[in-house]
């Protein structure tokens, strides 16, 4: 793919408000170079980095990446004990870093499985960047869509039985009040890098109406430049949610 290097071409046409990001590849592009898996880890957090630098950079105001999903906890247990140190430096260090540019940081997945220092970090983190409006950061951490989805319909049986609410009442605004992301827009915009084409569990509910964007660069290299081809496709999309176009259903009025 030719990346292209200006990032003037997508002034002036809607962005998406929401971009998520599977940032799939990190492995591969260290065994290419012949390095263990965790340099790709860490290349790949530069490159979140840069994203992060470029949503706030471009006034988008929402991005959710997948840092870590339920299922990763299969990988083997150096490698997930080296991912979670990994994160556990971004969520002490470089928040403040966060802070300093605007963001506010919010972890979502299942915190359960964590760890208590991990846990403290992150509410920590929350807490010093609850105010911030620039740019809203959700890290997806031991996350899966489908266990959200099962933690929604938990809590709400949970209300049906208490009486709170009757069944009929369970509307998809209700469910989407009982997802970890209640207050965030759905994402307008999914990447996924490391050429595989599917969604991986990732915002199962979130993503029903999201363009798709899938590319075989690897994680670690992903620039801003790649971000920006990334924008300039999506704003070629036409986004109709399930109904005709508008000049369509002209003709079909008329
Ligand atoms: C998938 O690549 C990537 C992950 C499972 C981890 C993603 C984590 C980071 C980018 C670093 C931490 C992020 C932050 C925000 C500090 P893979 O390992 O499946 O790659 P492969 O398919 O090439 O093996």
Request: with cysteine.
């Amino acid at each position: 793919m030719p990346a292209p290097t200006s990032i003037t071409d997508v002034e002036n046409v809607p962005l998406p408000r929401h971009v998520a990001i599977i940032m799939d590849g990190n492995g591969r592009w260290a065994r290419a170079r012949g390095l263990p898996r965790i340099a790709g880890h860490r290349r790949g957090a530069e490159a979140a980095k840069e994203a992060i630098r470029f949503c706030a950079s471009r006034n988008i105001p929402y991005l959710t990446i997948y840092a870590f999903s339920s299922e990763n906890w299969k990988r083997p247990d150096t490698e997930v004990s080296e991912l979670m140190q990994l994160l556990s430096f971004y969520l002490g260090e470089q928040v403040k870093d966060l802070h300093r540019e605007g963001v506010c940081l919010r972890i979502i997945g299942d915190r359960s499985r964590l760890g208590a220092t991990i846990a403290q970090k992150i509410e920590e983190a929350e807490a010093l960047t609850r105010g911030n409006t620039r740019l809203h950061l959700n890290v997806a951490l031991s996350y899966g869509g489908r266990q959200e989805i099962g933690g929604a319909v938990r809590q709400l049986a949970e209300r049906v039985r208490n009486g709170e609410i009757a069944p009929e009442q369970i509307t998809e605004a209700t469910i989407h009040d009982a997802l970890y992301t209640a207050d965030i827009p759905d994402p307008d915009l999914l990447i996924r890098t490391g050429g595989e084409q599917r969604i991986s569990n990732f915002l199962l509910w979130q993503m029903a109406y999201t363009e798709l964007y899938f590319t075989d660069t690897l994680w670690p290299d992903f620039t801003s430049a790649h971000f920006t081809y990334a924008l300039q496709e999506y704003q070629q999309r036409e986004r109709r949610y399930g109904s005709i176009r508008e000049h369509a259903a002209g003709e079909a009025a008329a």
